[in-house]
């Protein structure tokens, strides 16, 4: 009887739990179908009105992306649920900032955040477009209680700069710092077999797994890299707080900043303020009463907000509109098959190449690369058709942050190449990574292997034993070929030499300024100088952007990276995100195929 409750109790229990979750599923699945019915009815249905006399308010902490992911569940809310909201595409920040210059009902900048997330280029284009902004004669505030150096860059751009009373201020420089795994696989029992192209002595992503320490070529190319951003980075600080380079790198080097009141002294901030009173400043800048409410409204929302009316620019034209210029992004590592917002996959980004070649309503292409490189047969499956595309009408290429080893092969055969200053480029080379567990398996695990094979070389790969003699020259022969075909298809698309592309290449990573002197690059620039190029080529005066690959199905999309996201924020919350990053680099090793054409670390300010 004991058990026949026991049984019935633990029935109707979880009879109760599935008939609960259901619902909640359910509840999830139809709020997603009504968000992305919303969607699809069109941006008009979420844009928002700006009221009078506005502040521009932009939190530097919240995700600017370069290619956002649709969330299903953005703007909906309701009793212990909140859908958040999609991240902001850096095009359409940068779009926001320049069109408040000229909106009457914006009347000035309010920028706050303690860092900032996106890579540097990003960071310099949101600096810039805040000095632009100044151009119009109207008001950029910033104040923060605590600035690290990335943010505290950007808010250098403001008129006036703030900071808490008993705030902090990061300012030391930059710094690389990589992780070494060799100790720790030799305590495990794994070894790797490494095979670089020749001469590629710069070719850096492997050394972690060979190495205990950074190689000279490696600290040579990381050193400059620090170097050109660091510059880049006093440069524009001395430029608007007026304060000399040099002093600028005396306070660095010195940690002259020990306290609130040094940032004040050494003219890096404007005073010590606590929030009430930055709320008094913008009630006196839009000159309204102290007790009157501040009008504000976030880049985001105002990056969907209605646009100001402009004298005889009544009537929409865009219907007689035809030609078009596709912008394509190529975001993340590349691999074969389908891609994602994340992730670049050959047979997706190369579609995607393909339609905008063959539609005749689009007369140009723009390829905007945010890419370390990957798959080095992936890489090729794309470079095919840019050359196609290149054959039949302009082909441009714009670089984000970081276009190297396979993010730049895709570009090498572009018409032309812009990049910004601190882009990181470059990386013409490819290595082989090869995991060998026998060691682990069997002197930590206690599993042995044993096997038939009909011929002498069947167990090619084998985890039961090292490769001999005859295999490595195999796979040292592809990689050299992959390395020499490289090297030709960079010369080729840029009108060199063999030997002048190699001298350059061996691996090496550069910077955009060194990319466009040693010929990688054609001009400094971002995505818009881009377009506008390639408009020009195209000879257009009126068109429209069209934006590829096409976003997935957000509801699909979901229910795909659930798993993936209940595993990650597992893995986050028994190790913390800092040890779960050198996981996530150790897994992109073993989901590597075939020979790869990346870069394998990751910069960013902080």
Same mark, same amino acid.
């Given at each position: 009887m004991k058990q026949f409750v026991k049984f019935m109790l633990a029935s109707t229990i979880g009879t109760v739990i599935g008939f609960?979750?259901?619902?909640?599923?359910?509840?999830?699945?139809?709020?997603?179908?009504?968000?992305?019915?919303?969607?699809?009815?069109?941006?008009?249905?979420?844009?928002?009105?700006?009221?009078?006399?506005?502040?521009?308010?932009?939190?530097?902490?919240?995700?600017?992306?370069?290619?956002?992911?649709?969330?299903?569940?953005?703007?909906?809310?309701?009793?212990?649920?909140?859908?958040?909201?999609?991240?902001?595409?850096?095009?359409?920040?940068?779009?926001?900032?320049?069109?408040?210059?000229?909106?009457?009902?914006?009347?000035?900048?309010?920028?706050?955040?303690?860092?900032?997330?996106s890579g540097f280029s990003a960071v310099q284009s949101l600096h810039d477009a805040i000095i632009d902004f100044k151009e119009s004669g109207k008001f950029v505030l910033a104040y923060e209680e605590v600035y690290t150096q990335g943010a505290y860059y950007v808010a250098s751009a403001a008129d006036e700069l703030y900071m808490f009373q008993e705030g902090t201020l990061d300012f030391r420089g930059l710094r690389s710092e990589v992780p070494y795994f060799k100790n720790a696989m030799e305590k495990l029992g794994i070894d790797a077999t490494i095979i670089k192209g020749p001469n590629n002595i710069y070719k850096s992503a492997v050394e972690p797994f060979y190495r205990e320490d950074m190689s000279d070529e490696n600290r040579l190319?990381?050193?400059?890299?620090?170097?050109?951003?660091?510059?880049?980075?006093?440069?524009?600080?001395?430029?608007?707080?007026?304060?000399?380079?040099?002093?600028?790198?005396?306070?660095?080097?010195?940690?002259?900043?020990?306290?609130?009141?040094?940032?004040?002294?050494?003219?890096?901030?404007?005073?010590?303020?606590?929030?009430?009173? &930055?709320? /008094?400043?913008?009630?006196?800048?839009? =000159?309204?009463?102290?007790?009157?409410? !501040?009008? $504000?409204?976030? @880049? %985001? #929302?105002?990056?969907?907000?209605?646009?100001?009316?402009?004298?005889?620019?009544?009537?929409?034209?865009?219907?007689?509109?035809?030609?078009?210029?596709?912008? &394509?992004? /190529?975001?993340?590592?590349?691999?074969? =098959?389908?891609?994602?917002?994340?992730? !670049?996959? $050959?047979?997706? @980004? %190369? #579609?995607?190449?393909?339609?905008?070649?063959?539609?005749?309503?689009?007369?140009?292409?723009?390829?905007?690369?945010n890419s370390p490189g990957g798959s080095a047969m992936a890489s090729d499956v794309i470079w095919r058709e840019t050359v196609l595309a290149g054959e039949s009408k302009p082909f441009i290429v714009s670089f984000g942050d970081v276009a190297a080893s396979g993010g730049y092969y895709i570009a090498a055969s572009a018409d032309r190449i812009f990049a910004m200053p601190t882009t990181i480029t470059g990386s013409?080379?490819?290595?082989?990574?090869?995991?060998?567990?026998?060691?682990?398996?069997?002197?930590?695990?206690?599993?042995?292997?044993?096997?038939?094979?009909?011929?002498e070389h069947a167990d090619f790969g084998s985890l039961s034993r090292d490769f001999d003699e005859a295999e490595l020259m195999l796979l040292e022969g592809y990689l050299t070929d992959i390395y020499n075909e490289f090297v030709q298809k960079v010369a080729d698309g840029r009108g060199k030499q063999w030997a002048e592309i190699d001298s350059i290449?061996?691996?090496r990573v550069w910077v955009g300024t060194d990319a466009l002197a040693n010929g990688l690059v054609d001009e400094i620039g971002d995505l818009e100088a881009a377009v506008a190029y390639a408009a020009k080529q195209a000879e257009l005066e009126d068109y429209e952007i069209i934006e590829l690959p096409k976003k997935k199905d957000p509801i699909k999309e979901m229910f795909k990276e659930m798993s993936e996201n209940t595993r990650i924020t597992v893995a986050e919350w028994a190790l913390g995100k800092e040890q779960v990053k050198y996981l996530k680099q150790i897994e992109d090793i073993q989901n590597m195929d075939g020979f790869q054409a990346r870069m394998l670390y990751d910069i960013r300010v902080k």
């Open positions: 609960v979750l259901v619902l909640l599923i359910s509840g999830f699945v139809l709020a997603g179908i009504i968000g992305s019915a919303v969607m699809m009815a069109g941006k008009s249905n979420l844009k928002v009105t700006v009221k009078e006399s506005s502040v521009l308010d932009i939190n530097l902490e919240s995700q600017i992306v370069e290619r956002a992911k649709e969330n299903p569940f953005a703007g909906i809310k309701f009793e212990g649920f909140d859908g958040g909201s999609n991240p902001l595409e850096l095009d359409d920040a940068l779009a926001a900032i320049e069109r408040a210059k000229t909106d009457d009902r914006i009347k000035g900048i309010y920028l706050h955040g303690k860092y900032i997330t190319q990381l050193k400059r890299i620090l170097d050109v951003l660091w510059s880049e980075m006093l440069a524009d600080v001395s430029a608007s707080r007026n304060v000399s380079v040099d002093e600028l790198n005396r306070i660095a080097n010195e940690l002259a900043v020990t306290k609130p009141d040094d940032a004040v002294s050494l003219k890096l901030i404007d005073g010590l303020k606590y929030y009430d009173e &930055i709320l /008094a400043n913008l009630r006196e800048k839009l =000159g309204i009463e102290a007790d009157d409410d !501040i009008k $504000s409204i976030s @880049l %985001a #929302k105002y990056a969907n907000a209605d646009a100001p009316e402009v004298e005889g620019d009544d009537e929409d034209k865009s219907w007689e509109i035809k030609d078009n210029i596709a912008v &394509i992004y /190529a975001i993340g590592g590349i691999n074969s =098959g389908e891609g994602n917002a994340e992730e !670049i996959g $050959s047979e997706t @980004l %190369a #579609k995607a190449i393909r339609e905008a070649r063959l539609d005749e309503d689009v007369k140009a292409i723009v390829l905007r690369v013409i080379g490819a290595f082989g990574l090869i995991p060998n567990l026998r060691g682990f398996m069997n002197d930590k695990l206690g599993v042995t292997f044993d096997n038939v094979k009909t011929n290449g061996r691996g």
